[in-house]
């Protein structure tokens, strides 16, 4: 299902940042990061033991190879598609989301 993650403006360029959407489910966090040219979305929850991923308010640590680092206990993961690539839940990945948008908004597809 489609649902509004936030108005266009309150997305920053080249930045991940976070936003909580109210699902049939409850509460989702979603990380998003607005590219020059792409848009990439996962669910702000680590597959190892499904801590979050930013470590303060919209702060993300993503390394200068492109790959973001769960700051429970280290896993990496591919910051374009999710795979994790080292750490404690290599072979898994977080959970993509669909991004679209309109003129004014932002969009993310949830199962
Ligand atoms: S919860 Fe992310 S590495 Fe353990």
């Not at 409850?26 to 669910?43: D, N, P, Q, Y």
């Not at 993300?60 to 999710?82: K, M």
């Not at 839940?89 to 977080?94: D, K, N, P, T």
Request: negative net charge.
């Amino acid at each position: 299902m489609k649902h509004k993650l936030a108005k266009l403006i309150d997305v920053p360029i080249d930045k991940w940042s976070e936003h909580t959407l109210q699902t049939e489910n409850g509460l989702t966090s979603v990380m998003i990061k607005r590219g020059h040219a792409e848009w990439v979305a996962f669910v702000n929850e680590c597959p190892h033991q499904g801590r979050r991923m930013d470590y303060a308010e919209n702060a993300f640590l993503e390394t200068p190879d492109h790959q973001l680092v769960c700051p429970a206990h280290g896993a990496t993961f591919d910051a374009s598609t999710g795979f994790c690539t080292n750490g404690p839940c290599v072979g898994q990945s977080l959970t993509q989301l669909q991004v679209s948008f309109d003129q004014q908004d932002v969009f993310v597809e949830i199962i």
